[in-house]
């Protein structure tokens, strides 16, 4: 549940077939004429073998991994983040794709191959805007950390969150691409960083690919089901109870146990007075479920605070149990 997710992938000749063994050894040739080692240090790493001490070139080392490590299950095995080695026709290697967006995660090496060519990274600054209601979209991000925070406002100027993502999807959530203008606001209300893609690009490269429009429907399902649950959570559950819902969603979608976050942001999300937000704050430290202080809330007991927020926040597209299971997909197969 949010942890980090990483696969590598295979290299592709042009014709299609793998030969690691001589790909590598041609590799580890370039590199000692490189490095200029003496020959008796060149001769220890020609043929590697189980256990042996990796060569301190990390392109190197990625490429010898299939003869060290040749059982697949232990090749695909997930460790912290994505890192996907893409190849050109000729097996020549380029740079890595990294990544921790579980949409992305999801795309197969050929939709990463053409999908990453029109990402941009970016840094995403706390109250950093990916939409603004009554405007068009623009760009569409995808979070690799930090959380962004989807707010409706009635017309007295009153607001509330309505849903919020992390990089658990892509945000703002595509509804359809020819609207005109955005509903609703969305917001960072957890710095981070991420990728971002043109609208116009992203419509063009989901028009070739039909799967991937498969796969951001599942991720629309999803969010919408968290806001049918949110709403009914603010119409049947106590402010505390909300709270603790609210502070499990943000933990799932961050590194650590603490979150930036102010009692008047609480309360603006919540849609409620910011002294209800501290009175249930105080619900919460008192039962030593979380620490409190200064715009920055700690998770002490995960444990007792999902059973604290008990059906509020086990809940489809609420809890983080919830999204899809990366462990059965094939995040590297090569058509």
Not at 13 to 26: E, H, I, Q
Not at 42 to 53: E, L
Not at 148 to 160: D, L, R, Y
Request: overall charge neutral; charged content about 20%.
């Amino acid at each position: 549940m949010g942890s980090s997710r990483l696969a590598s992938s295979y290299i592709s000749t042009s014709d299609g077939d793998f030969s690691a063994s001589a790909f590598a050894y041609k590799v580890t040739i370039e590199h000692r004429r490189d490095v200029k080692e003496p020959m008796q240090a060149r001769q220890s790493d020609r043929y590697p073998v189980r256990g042996a001490r990796p060569p301190t070139n990390g392109l190197q080392w990625g490429l010898l991994r299939p003869i060290i490590r040749p059982s697949l299950a232990e090749f695909l095995a997930p460790t912290a983040g994505r890192r996907s080695a893409l190849a050109t026709q000729e097996g020549k290697v380029m740079r890595p794709f990294e990544s921790k967006n579980l949409f992305l995660l999801h795309l197969t090496t050929p939709q990463i191959l053409v999908f990453e060519r029109i990402l941009e990274p970016l840094a995403l600054p706390r109250d950093f805007e990916l939409a603004s209601i009554g405007l068009p979209v623009s760009h569409y991000y995808f979070l690799e950390s930090g959380i962004a925070s989807m707010v409706a406002t009635s017309p007295e100027g009153k607001k509330a969150e309505i849903g919020l993502v992390g990089r658990d999807g892509i945000s703002p959530p595509v509804l359809t691409m020819e609207a005109e203008k955005f509903s609703f606001d969305v917001m960072m209300q957890v710095g981070g960083a991420g990728r971002r893609v043109e609208a116009r690009a992203l419509a063009g490269f989901l028009s070739d690919q039909p799967a991937v429009r498969q796969l951001l429907a599942r991720f629309l399902h999803g969010f919408f089901a968290q806001v049918a649950n949110t709403a009914l959570s603010n119409a049947v559950h106590k402010i505390d109870v909300r709270l603790a819902k609210w502070i499990l969603m943000c933990h799932d979608r961050i590194d650590g146990e603490e979150i930036a976050l102010t009692h008047e942001y609480m309360a603006t999300m919540l849609g409620v007075r910011r002294s209800s937000v501290t009175e249930a704050l105080h619900i919460l430290e008192g039962e030593h479920f979380i620490y409190s202080h200064r715009g920055l809330v700690i998770v002490r007991n995960r444990t007792s605070l999902e059973a604290f927020a008990a059906d509020a926040y086990d809940a489809p597209g609420v809890s983080g149990r919830s999204w899809p299971d990366l462990g059965q997909l094939s995040l590297v197969a090569v058509q």
